[in-house]
């Protein structure tokens, strides 16, 4: 896990999403296919010395980049050191469930969990 990524800083930001990994694309090391947008946040760096990771979801074609997204959680990895932003474009409300649901092709690898704040309250769910 990455204890200097706090959601409460990245929480409801837009930020600007560079797609490396389309949805439809296939991992370039495992052969698992992505089932949403994957890329990162240009100019900011994870521990791995990589740019931040992020599932972008609500997009239903692949795409390059996404010039607005939300910021709506945070995958933490408890065995590992890259943690992933979850981004949305559009209007449909995602939960731990569904959030854990879109980007399992990847997380079932992992010791996982998403950290999500509702407005009224916080909530983790434990990703299978």
């Known amino acids: 896990m990455d204890p200097s990524l706090?959601?409460?800083?990245?929480?409801?930001?837009?930020?600007?999403?560079?797609?490396?990994?389309?949805?439809?694309?296939?991992?370039?090391?495992?052969?698992y296919r992505y089932e949403v947008n994957y890329g990162f946040v240009p100019g900011v760096l994870a521990p791995d010395g990589e740019e931040l990771d992020v599932y972008l979801l609500g997009a239903p074609e692949p795409l390059e980049v996404c010039e607005s997204a939300e910021v709506i959680a945070i995958i933490r990895r408890r065995d590992d050191i890259e943690d992933k932003l979850v981004a949305v474009i559009g209007a449909e409300t995602w939960d731990t469930a569904k959030i854990g649901a879109a980007v399992r092709f990847q997380e079932q690898f992992f010791d996982s969990y998403v950290e999500l704040y509702p407005e009224d309250n916080a909530s983790v769910e434990q990703l299978q």
């Open 6 to 31: 706090h959601l409460a800083d990245w929480l409801g930001r837009t930020i600007r999403v560079v797609i490396d990994r389309p949805l439809g694309s296939t991992h370039p090391e495992h052969d």
